[in-house]
């Protein structure tokens, strides 16, 4: 017995102390770690939000002009109500435009003068017509086309592609051509996204009739990439005439309930996801690009 307590239970008093010291050491160093990786991160999330704050403030950005100015290009965009409306097959709907002449004397015009007041080349963008705005949006090209096409006319559409490289201060004229029986079409709400030349991408409300051009905000690439390839006003589209039992349709609804109602969901949830891309922005969580990159 006197063995054990003058000689083992020392040791195992010393090797317990050693560890628990060492353990107390160790979460003391940890806690300091991570107390500097914080700080770390706060003064690296200040500098992003400054750096942003730069970027943001060069962003590109049209403004209406109401003097007489020179321009080099010109955009044509052309309005057609929806009419007739019948969907065909999942997000697929077409309209009955067969029995309008789209003659020269069909056409009222409203010309608007636009400027890119950034300080940022638009490398690409296009425009776009509000959700719910009832109107289709088409391109000249597209309305000649359809004189000799069967199949692929009447379609829903909602974007025009804008110019490519539209520069710091350059002026481009936007016609904007809708029937002359209906008035109020010159007033639609349009939207524009941006890629600027450093691939970030923004969203300004362009035109609405409240104010001529609201200021640009950064959005995320996703965002872009929703609207522009992946058709999100028209599947919200499709969703609402689909729930509307007076339009149209010539398919089984029934195949086609459970892939809208996924897409749909799909869709908000990266509506979530572009939300907090852009909180991120804000909070110097992300950094903006501020230079070409090259391969």
Same mark, same amino acid.
């Given at each position: 017995?006197?063995?054990?307590?003058?000689?083992? *239970?020392?040791?195992?008093? $010393? /090797?317990?102390?050693?560890?628990?010291?060492? =353990?107390?050491?160790?979460?003391?160093? &940890? #806690? @300091?770690?991570?107390?500097?990786?914080?700080?770390?991160?706060?003064?690296?999330?200040?500098?992003?939000?400054?750096?942003?704050?730069?970027?943001?403030?060069?962003?590109?950005?049209?403004?209406? *002009?109401?003097?007489?100015? $020179? /321009?080099?290009?010109?955009?044509?965009?052309? =309005?057609?109500?929806?009419?007739?409306? &019948? #969907? @065909?097959?999942?997000?697929?709907?077409?309209?009955?435009?067969?029995?309008?002449?789209?003659?020269?004397?069909?056409?009222?015009?409203?010309?608007?003068?636009?400027?890119?007041?950034?300080?940022?080349?638009?490398?690409?963008?296009?425009?776009?017509?509000?959700?719910?705005?009832?109107?289709?949006?088409?391109?000249?090209?597209? #309305?000649?086309?359809?004189?000799?096409?069967?199949?692929?006319?009447?379609?829903?559409?909602?974007?025009?592609?804008?110019?490519?490289?539209?520069?710091?201060?350059?002026?481009?004229?936007?016609?904007?051509?809708?029937?002359?029986?209906?008035?109020?079409?010159?007033?639609?709400?349009?939207?524009?996204?941006?890629?600027?030349?450093?691939?970030?991408?923004?969203?300004?409300?362009?035109?609405?009739?409240?104010?001529?051009?609201?200021?640009?905000?950064?959005?995320?690439?996703?965002?872009?990439?929703?609207?522009?390839?992946?058709?999100?006003?028209?599947?919200?589209?499709?969703?609402?005439?689909?729930?509307?039992?007076?339009?149209?349709?010539?398919?089984?609804?029934?195949?086609?309930?459970?892939?809208?109602?996924?897409?749909?969901?799909?869709?908000?949830?990266?509506?979530?996801?572009?939300?907090?891309?852009?909180?991120?922005?804000?909070?110097?969580?992300?950094?903006?690009?501020?230079?070409?990159?090259?391969?």
């Amino acid at each position: 017995m006197d063995i054990i307590f003058y000689v083992v *239970v020392p040791i195992i008093t $010393s /090797v317990l102390g050693g560890l628990i010291g060492g =353990l107390f050491t160790f979460l003391g160093v &940890k #806690l @300091t770690i991570k107390h500097d990786d914080m700080v770390n991160k706060k003064l690296e999330q200040e500098k992003n939000q400054e750096k942003n704050k730069k970027i943001i403030a060069s962003r590109p950005e049209f403004s209406i *002009v109401h003097d007489q100015v $020179s /321009v080099e290009r010109e955009m044509e965009l052309f =309005l057609l109500p929806y009419f007739n409306p &019948k #969907l @065909t097959a999942l997000n697929t709907i077409y309209f009955d435009y067969d029995s309008l002449d789209f003659e020269d004397d069909f056409w009222s015009c409203k010309t608007i003068i636009l400027v890119n007041k950034g300080k940022k080349t638009i490398k690409a963008g296009f425009l776009q017509l509000d959700y719910k705005s009832n109107v289709n949006i088409y391109s000249r090209y597209e #309305l000649i086309s359809w004189r000799t096409s069967l199949v692929n006319r009447n379609y829903y559409s909602d974007i025009l592609g804008l110019p490519a490289y539209i520069h710091p201060n350059e002026y481009i004229a936007l016609k904007i051509y809708y029937p002359k029986n209906i008035k109020d079409l010159y007033e639609i709400n349009l939207n524009c996204y941006m890629i600027d030349e450093f691939e970030n991408y923004w969203k300004q409300e362009l035109i609405n009739k409240e104010v001529d051009c609201n200021i640009s905000y950064c959005v995320s690439p996703d965002e872009y990439i929703m609207h522009y390839r992946d058709n999100y006003y028209g599947w919200l589209t499709f969703d609402r005439m689909y729930h509307d039992k007076k339009i149209k349709k010539c398919f089984n609804p029934a195949k086609i309930e459970d892939t809208l109602s996924k897409t749909l969901q799909t869709f908000r949830s990266r509506e979530n996801k572009n939300s907090r891309f852009i909180n991120s922005i804000y909070n110097g969580e992300q950094l903006l690009k501020s230079q070409v990159i090259v391969f």
